[in-house]
C-alpha cells in the first residue's frame, strides 16, 4: 500500500486545501499559482500533527522521509544546500492552522545556520554583520521556541552589550558586537541544556517542526481556542519556506500590510515597515516601523510591485488581506497572505463596501462579520461632557477603537483576578505577548509601551473587540515597582485610567460611559441579515427598560419574562416574604392581593415596549428561600417588620432550606404546592393583556409558559388553573383576546417525552441553562471550580454553559423538536438559554427548526447575524 501523503510542495496545493494545509499553507499554495514571488518551501499538513498526537507526541519515519524529500527538492529550485557552507540553504518554520490565530502558535526563522555555514553565509553575501545578526536570532529562537529557554535570559545579553557599546538599535551593533553575543546565546544554550547548540540542520529542522506541532496544545493556544470556538483535534500544519532576508542593509526590509485599515474599513493600503530588519521585529514592535507610504521613497520599483500584488490579492480572494512581505536587496517577496483581523466597524464597512463596489453580493457580505464582533459595537464609548475636560497625560496608536475604563494591572495574571471579582481593568504592560491572552480577555483596554498597528496587541485586540493603545512612548514602565511614570506623575496598580482607542488618547482618570448610537454601516448590513434569515431573534428582558432596550436593537419579541426578577425590588420584597412566611392559603392570597397591581404593572410596561410583539412570561420558577434573610440579624429584623416571632421565622428559613435548590422545590411545583400563586400570575399577564389591548390597540397574544415541567400531569394541573382564571377574565371583560400556554424544555425527561408533554404545551422554549445542568449533573455555579481542571486536561475544550453542548444537550433539544412535532405539528419552538447568543449554538437550532432563539438585549445583533449567516451556509428547504 502507498505510503499516506503528510508533505506537500507549495506547487502541489492550493486555496480549498485549507484543512489539510492550513490557511498559511493554502494561500502559499495559492499565490504560487499566481505566479506570485513566493520564496520556494513546503508544508506539513494538519493531518502530520493529528498522527503526531496519535504516536505518543513524536514525528514518525515515514512523514520526516517525506519532509527530506521535500527539502531536496527545495534545494534544486533553489540551488542552495541545506548544510552546506558554500551556498547554505537556510529556513523559516511556521505554524499555520485553518484559521488564523495570530500570535498563538511559533515562528523559528534562519533554520540551517552553525559556526560553519555563518562563515559560507558572511563569504556569500559579503556582509559579516548580517550573517551573525541573523545567526544570533536564530540561536534565540529556536532556544526560546524548541527548547523553552527564557528569551528574557538572551534579551538581557543583547541589552547589556547595546548599553556597553552605547548602541540604541540592534542595527548599531558590529558585526564584532555580534559574533560576542552569539558566543554568549550558546553559552546559556549549554548552561541550560547542558549540551552544545545543535549544529547539524536536519536536526534543527524536525526539532523545530515538533515544536510547531506542540505549540499547537499550548496553554495561550487552547484558550485562544477557547474563546474563538475553535476544535482542538484540528491540528496545525507547519509551512519551511526558504529564507529571504529582510537585514541584509538598506535595501532590505520587512513588512505587514493591509489592503485596507483594519481599524476603520478606509479603502486605503494600510502598513508598516522596516528596513533592514527581520519579520519579528516589524510583530514584536521593538523598533517603530514607518508608514508604507515612506516605501515609495525608500524604494519605489517594490512600492510599486507591492501595491499592485496587494490589489490583485484582495480581488483574487475578495476579502480584506493582511500579508507580510519582506524585500531582499530590492527584491521583493510574499511570505504570507490572510484574510485580515478587523474591528466590527471596520468588518461593516468592509462588507457593505464590497457589495457595493461589485466584488461581493450581500450573502457573501453576510459571512465577512464575526457575529461575536458586534459585540464591540453595542458597547459604550466616553461621555462628551465629560470626555471635554479630561485632561490627556499620554497619546499612543489607536490600534482598536472604543473606550475603555479601569483600574492599572501590570500582568495577565493580576488581570484576570481582578476582573473574576468585579472590577473593572486596564490591562498596562511594555509590550503584550502571546501569554497574556486570558488577561487581555478579561480587560476593558490593553495598554503598551511599544509595538506599532500590527503588534500582537493591537491584532489579538482588534480580533477581541477590545480598546487598545500600542506604541504609547510617552510612558515608562516599572513592572518591578507596579507603577509606570508619565509626564513627572507615578500611576500605581490599581489607579483609575481611561483609553480612548480610536484617538490612541490616554486620560489619567475614570471617565463615564455612555451607550454608542447605531446607525450607518450597522443599519445597512443588518438589514441585509434580517432579510436573509428565517430565524427569529427574541430577547431575555425582565423589565419594561431591558424590552426597550432589545427592540432598538432588533428584537422581535420577549423569549423570556423571568416574573421573580421583579420581586427582589425593595418595595415588593415585603409582600413576597409575607407569601412565603404565610401558614393558610388565606394568608398567602393576602400577600397575593398586594402584588398582583406590582406585577401587572410590570407586564404593562413590557407589553407596551414590544409594541404587540410576541411576550414569553415564565411563572415564577426560583426555590422561595432565596426570598428570605439567611443572616442572623436580618431574620430579627424581618421577624419585627413582619411582625412574627424570631424563632417562628428561623424555623420557617430553616425549613424552607434545601439540600440541592436547583432540584428543589420550585418551577411548576411551587404552583401544584400553591396553586393561588398560579392564580395570581396568570391575572397580572391576562389583565394587563386586556389594558394595553385597550388603550393602544395592540394585537397582544401573552404566552404563559411554565417552568420545569417533567411530566404532563403536572403540566396538565397547572395549565387547567391558567385555563380557568384567564378565560374568567377575558369573558368578563368582553375583549377578544387570543393566549398560549406552553412550557420550557429544562428537565430531560421532558424532552425524551415531548410527545406527550406537546398534547398540553402549545409551545416549548428550551431552557438550555437548567437543561445542561441536569443532563451533565453538575451546577453551573460549582462547575466553574473545576472547569479548568477538565479544559487543561482536554476532557472539554469549551464551557458547555457558554456553548451548547450539542452531541449531548443538543440530542435532546433536536429529539424534543421532533417529538414535539410529531404530535403538535404547529407547536411554536425557541429556545431561551443563554446559548440563544452564542453563534455556533444559534447555527444548530437553526439546524435543529426552532422558529427563534432568545437571548439577553446587547446579544440581539449577534444572535439575528448568526441567525443570517446559518441560512447563508445551510438554507433552510
Excluded at 45 to 52: D, G, I, P, Q, W
Excluded at 330 to 349: E, H, I, P, V
Excluded at 520 to 533: C, H, L, S, V
Excluded at 553 to 580: K, N, Q, S, W, Y
Aim: with cysteine; charged share 25%; aromatic share 8%.
Amino acid at each position: 500500500m502507498e505510503n499516506k501523503k503528510y508533505v506537500y510542495l507549495f506547487s502541489e496545493g492550493n486555496a480549498t486545501m485549507r484543512n489539510l494545509l492550513g490557511g498559511k499553507g493554502a494561500n502559499l499554495a495559492e499565490m504560487t499559482n499566481l505566479g506570485i514571488p513566493v520564496p520556494q518551501g513546503f508544508t506539513v499538513s494538519t493531518e502530520a500533527c493529528t498522527k503526531y498526537y496519535e504516536d505518543g507526541k513524536v514525528i514518525n519515519e515515514d512523514i520526516v522521509s517525506q519532509v527530506y524529500r521535500a527539502l531536496s527538492t527545495m534545494e534544486e529550485k533553489t540551488n542552495k544546500k541545506f548544510g552546506n557552507v558554500e551556498n547554505p540553504l537556510l529556513v523559516s518554520v511556521r505554524s499555520g492552522a485553518r484559521v488564523s490565530m495570530p500570535g498563538m502558535m511559533d515562528t523559528i526563522l534562519n533554520l540551517g545556520l552553525n559556526d560553519n555555514t555563518v562563515e559560507g553565509l558572511s563569504k556569500l553575501t559579503n556582509n559579516e554583520r548580517f550573517a551573525y545578526d541573523s545567526y544570533r536570532r536564530f540561536i534565540q529562537m529556536f532556544s526560546d521556541v524548541v527548547m523553552g529557554i527564557e528569551k528574557r535570559k538572551f534579551e538581557d545579553v543583547l541589552d547589556k552589550v547595546k548599553e556597553v557599546k552605547g548602541a540604541k538599535f540592534d542595527t548599531d551593533l558590529s558585526a564584532s558586537d555580534l559574533k560576542e553575543i552569539v558566543k554568549q546565546f550558546k553559552g546559556i544554550y549549554m548552561k541550560e541544556m547542558g549540551k552544545p547548540f545543535p549544529q547539524e540542520p536536519k536536526e534543527q529542522l524536525i526539532e523545530s517542526i515538533t515544536a510547531v506541532f506542540r505549540s499547537w496544545d499550548n496553554p495561550r493556544a487552547i484558550v485562544y481556542r477557547r474563546l474563538n470556538d475553535i476544535p482542538g483535534d484540528w491540528g496545525t500544519a507547519v509551512n519551511v519556506q526558504s529564507m529571504v532576508f529582510g537585514n541584509m542593509g538598506e535595501t532590505s526590509g520587512t513588512g505587514v500590510a493591509f489592503t485596507r485599515n483594519p481599524a476603520t474599513g478606509e479603502k486605503l493600503i494600510f502598513g508598516e515597515y522596516l528596513i533592514n530588519a527581520q519579520g519579528e521585529d516589524v510583530v514584536a514592535g521593538i523598533r517603530t516601523p514607518q508608514p508604507i507610504a515612506k516605501l515609495k521613497g525608500d524604494l519605489p520599483e517594490c512600492y510599486e510591485q507591492f501595491m499592485s500584488i496587494a490589489q490583485n490579492l484582495e480581488n483574487h480572494y475578495k476579502d480584506m488581506q493582511d500579508m507580510e512581505f519582506t524585500i531582499e536587496q530590492g527584491k521583493l517577496y510574499f511570505l504570507q497572505t490572510r484574510n485580515g483581523k478587523r474591528t466590527a466597524q471596520a468588518a461593516l464597512k468592509v462588507a457593505v463596501d464590497m457589495v457595493n463596489e461589485g466584488l461581493i453580493t450581500k450573502k457573501e457580505a453576510i459571512l465577512k462579520v464575526e457575529p461575536k464582533q458586534l459585540d464591540a459595537l453595542l458597547h459604550p464609548n466616553f461621555d462628551q461632557t465629560e470626555i471635554k475636560n479630561a485632561k490627556v497625560i499620554a497619546k499612543g496608536l489607536p490600534a482598536s477603537p472604543g473606550a475603555a475604563c479601569g483600574k492599572v494591572y501590570f500582568t495577565a495574571e493580576e488581570a484576570k483576578e481582578h476582573h473574576e471579582q468585579g472590577e473593572k481593568v486596564v490591562l498596562v504592560r511594555l509590550e503584550t505577548s502571546p501569554e497574556d491572552i486570558e488577561g487581555m480577555a478579561a480587560a476593558e483596554g490593553i495598554l503598551t509601551a511599544r509595538g506599532g498597528m500590527t503588534s500582537h496587541a493591537a491584532v489579538v485586540a482588534r480580533g477581541m473587540g477590545t480598546c487598545c493603545v500600542a506604541g504609547c512612548g510617552d510612558i515608562r514602565i516599572n513592572e518591578k515597582n507596579e507603577t509606570f511614570e508619565v509626564s513627572g506623575n507615578v500611576y500605581h496598580k490599581g489607579d483609575y485610567i481611561s483609553l480612548d482607542g480610536s484617538t490612541g488618547n490616554v486620560y489619567g482618570q475614570a471617565i463615564k460611559t455612555v451607550e454608542p448610537e447605531i446607525s450607518g454601516y450597522f443599519g445597512t448590513f443588518m438589514a441585509w441579515a434580517d432579510d436573509i434569515r428565517t430565524l427569529k431573534v427574541r430577547t431575555n428582558a425582565d423589565t419594561p427598560r431591558d424590552a426597550m432596550h432589545a427592540v432598538k436593537f432588533g428584537a422581535e419579541g420577549v423569549g423570556l419574562c423571568r416574573t421573580e426578577h421583579m420581586f427582589f425590588d425593595e418595595d415588593r420584597i415585603p409582600a413576597v416574604r409575607e407569601m412565603i412566611i404565610s401558614k393558610t392559603e388565606e394568608q398567602r392570597r393576602k400577600a397575593l392581593v398586594k402584588l398582583l397591581p406590582m406585577q401587572r404593572e410590570d407586564f404593562i410596561g413590557i407589553y407596551e415596549a414590544m409594541e404587540g410583539k410576541p411576550v414569553t412570561i415564565r411563572f415564577l420558577d426560583p426555590p422561595l428561600h432565596e426570598f428570605l434573610p439567611t443572616d442572623e440579624e436580618d431574620i430579627k429584623d424581618l421577624a419585627k417588620e413582619m411582625e412574627v416571632g424570631f424563632e417562628e421565622l428561623k424555623a420557617t428559613v430553616a425549613s424552607l432550606h434545601e439540600v440541592n435548590p436547583m432540584m428543589g422545590h420550585r418551577g411548576c411545583r411551587l404552583a401544584v404546592s400553591y396553586p393561588e400563586i398560579a392564580e395570581m400570575q396568570t391575572r397580572a399577564i391576562i389583565e394587563a393583556a386586556i389594558d394595553v389591548k385597550k388603550r393602544k390597540n395592540y394585537d397582544i397574544v401573552p404566552e404563559i409558559m411554565i417552568p420545569l415541567i417533567g411530566e404532563i400531569k403536572e403540566l396538565k394541573f397547572v395549565k387547567d388553573i391558567v385555563v380557568r382564571v384567564a378565560n374568567e377574565i377575558i369573558d368578563k371583560s368582553g375583549i377578544k383576546l387570543k393566549y398560549l400556554v406552553g412550557t420550557m424544555i429544562e428537565i430531560p425527561r421532558a424532552a425524551i417525552t415531548a410527545d406527550e408533554i406537546a398534547k398540553e404545551a402549545e409551545f416549548f422554549s428550551f431552557g438550555t441553562n437548567d437543561l445542561t445542568q441536569l443532563t451533565f449533573g453538575f451546577s453551573r455555579d460549582d462547575a466553574g471550580k473545576f472547569l479548568g481542571d477538565y479544559y487543561d486536561k482536554k476532557i472539554y475544550e469549551s464551557d458547555p454553559f457558554q456553548r451548547l453542548d450539542q452531541s449531548g444537550v443538543g440530542k435532546l433539544v433536536k429529539m424534543g423538536v421532533e417529538l414535539g412535532k410529531q404530535t403538535r405539528p404547529d407547536i411554536h419552538l425557541g429556545i431561551c438559554g443563554e446559548h440563544g447568543g452564542d453563534p455556533s449554538s444559534v447555527e444548530f437550532c437553526h439546524s435543529v427548526g426552532l422558529d427563534y432563539v432568545s437571548c439577553s438585549p446587547f446579544r440581539v445583533p449577534v444572535a439575528r447575524l448568526a441567525a443570517a449567516q446559518a441560512e447563508v451556509k445551510n438554507p433552510r428547504k
